[in-house]
C-alpha cells in the first residue's frame, strides 16, 4: 500500500516555542492531506484539511494561527504548532488519500508531541 | 453532527472470534472502514465497505452493516494475540475524504 511519513516521531519542546511536524507522502502525490490529533486513550479527532496550494480549511473549534499549515508541494504537509502550551502536547497524525477519487487514505505513523 | 460510537473494551480467548460493534449518525456516508492502531503506532487501513453493501469478507475479517439501524460490526475470526489493539470504525463524510472516526475499541487476546 502506500506509504506516508511523519518526521519527527516524537518532540520534547519548552512553552512558548514553535514545533514544526513534516508529512510526506512517499510513493504518491497528495493534493489534499488532513491532520488529527489524539489525546491519549481517546479518539482521533479531525484538526484540518491540507490543501496544496491553497489555503488549509479548519475544522470548527481549531485555532488557524495556533496550528499553522502549509502544503507546498505534492508530497508534503507541515503542520506547525505555535507558541505551545503543555495543553498542546497529543499524538499528532496525517493522512492522504492515495489519489484523488480514492476511497483509501493511509495515514502517517504520528508525531508524539510534549509541551513542558 | 456526526456522532460514530464504540463500545470501550473487548477481551477474548485466542482462538475465539471477536466481534467489534460500531454506530454510526451519518446515513450519507459513502464508506465505512476498519482501522487498527497499536500502542504509539498510527493507523493501519484494515477493510471497508462501500454504503450499498451489506457484507464484506476478507481473509479473517467480516465486516457486517446494517444501513437501516446504522450499525457496522467487525468480526474477527480465530483471534490472536497478534490481533490485540485499538479497533477504530470511521465513517466518510459524504462528498469529501474527511473521516469521522469512532471512539475506539480496545481489543485484548489472552492465552
Known amino acids: 500500500g502506500a506509504v506516508v511519513s511523519q518526521h519527527p516521531s516524537w518532540v520534547i519542546c519548552k512553552s512558548g516555542t514553535s514545533v514544526k511536524i513534516e508529512c510526506r507522502s512517499l510513493?504518491?502525490?497528495?493534493?489534499?492531506m488532513f491532520w488529527y490529533r489524539q489525546f491519549p486513550k481517546q479518539s482521533l479527532m479531525l484538526m484540518a484539511t491540507?490543501?496544496?496550494?491553497?489555503?488549509?480549511?479548519?475544522e470548527q473549534g481549531v485555532e488557524k494561527d495556533k496550528f499553522l499549515i502549509n502544503h507546498a508541494s505534492l508530497t508534503l504537509s507541515t503542520l506547525t504548532v505555535t507558541s505551545a502550551h503543555p495543553e498542546d502536547s497529543s499524538f499528532y497524525i496525517c493522512?492522504?488519500?492515495?489519489?484523488?477519487?480514492?476511497?483509501?487514505?493511509?495515514f502517517g505513523p504520528g508525531t508524539r508531541l510534549t509541551v513542558t | 453532527g456526526e456522532d460514530v460510537e464504540q463500545s470501550l473494551f473487548l477481551s477474548v480467548r485466542e482462538g475465539d472470534s471477536s466481534v467489534i460493534n460500531c454506530t454510526y449518525t451519518?446515513?450519507?456516508?459513502?464508506?465505512l472502514y476498519w482501522y487498527k492502531q497499536e500502542p504509539g503506532a498510527g493507523l493501519q487501513l484494515l477493510t471497508y465497505i462501500f454504503s450499498n453493501m451489506d457484507m464484506k469478507q476478507d481473509q479473517r475479517l467480516t465486516v457486517l452493516l446494517n444501513k437501516k439501524d446504522k450499525h457496522l460490526s467487525l468480526r474477527i475470526a480465530d483471534t490472536q494475540t497478534g490481533d490485540s489493539a485499538i479497533y477504530f470504525c470511521?465513517?466518510?463524510?459524504?462528498?469529501?475524504?474527511?473521516?469521522?472516526f469512532g471512539t475506539g475499541t480496545r481489543l485484548q487476546v489472552f492465552p
Open positions: 470511521a465513517e466518510s463524510i459524504y462528498n469529501t475524504d474527511k473521516l469521522i
Open positions: 510513493d504518491f502525490q497528495a493534493t489534499t
Open positions: 493522512s492522504a488519500p492515495w489519489r484523488e477519487d480514492s476511497y483509501e487514505q493511509y
Open positions: 451519518d446515513s450519507s456516508s459513502t464508506y
Open positions: 491540507s490543501n496544496e496550494g491553497s489555503k488549509a480549511t479548519y
